[in-house]
């Protein structure tokens, strides 16, 4: 469950499909991660099992502010995660919630300060947590940015994260753990609050 609750940690962000050829300096892509407004859109996460290959796909939609982040699963079983500063709430389909808070898991305090690292925008704080190879694609001009934990408890259950994004939003995200398995996100419809009122749950 902790595992779970670390990789949803990590989704979140502005995000869209491409409008244009953008040649990202590491700086710009810097900037996309650290999204000034909140900024709604529609999520697929393809979780893939490394020992038979097999692929579980759920979508939804999400919320990103600098207060919090919403997570909606909605397909195939409902589900909510709400990410705060040092704290994630998770409430399943029957209501029931669950709390894991920084303050009682030194391990999440850590994986909070990286993904802080992540959104900040702060490229020294980005490189004091991990190992960072980033470059862009010629054709289509999208950004890559790979990210290997330094922390060496981290590194045991995840190998990498890579982000893909061009100059407005993130378009896409993937995890890949020690074991194998790997977990996409593909992100799309993304609307900042100049763009939508509000964040709307869709049915």
Known sequence: ??????????????????????????????????AETP?????????????????????GVFTVSKEKIVWQTQKPVKNTVTITQGKIQT???KGKTTVLDSQQNQMFEL?????????SGNRAELEEYFYVDFFTDDETGLWNMKLS?????????INFIRLCGNDTF??????????????????????????????VSRP
Not at 7 to 28: C, H, M, V
Not at 111 to 119: A, D, N, T, V
Not at 149 to 157: L, M
């Open 91 to 93: 409430t399943d389909s």
């Open 1 to 34: 469950m902790k595992k779970i609750l670390f990789l949803s940690l990590i989704a979140f962000s502005s995000l869209i499909l491409p409008k244009r050829i953008f040649a990202a300096t590491f700086e710009e892509a810097c900037s996309v991660l650290s």
């Open 170 to 199: 993130m378009v896409q995200m993937e995890t890949v753990q020690s074991s194998g398995d790997s977990i996409l996100y593909e992100f799309t419809n993304a609307q900042t609050s100049t763009q939508a009122s509000g964040f």
């Open 39 to 59: 900024v709604t859109g529609d999520f697929v996460q393809k979780r893939t099992i490394a020992a038979n290959g097999r692929t579980l796909k759920s979508s």
């Open 111 to 119: 994986i909070s300060k990286m993904m802080g690292s992540l959104f």
């Open 149 to 157: 934990p330094k922390d060496s408890t981290v590194s045991q259950a």
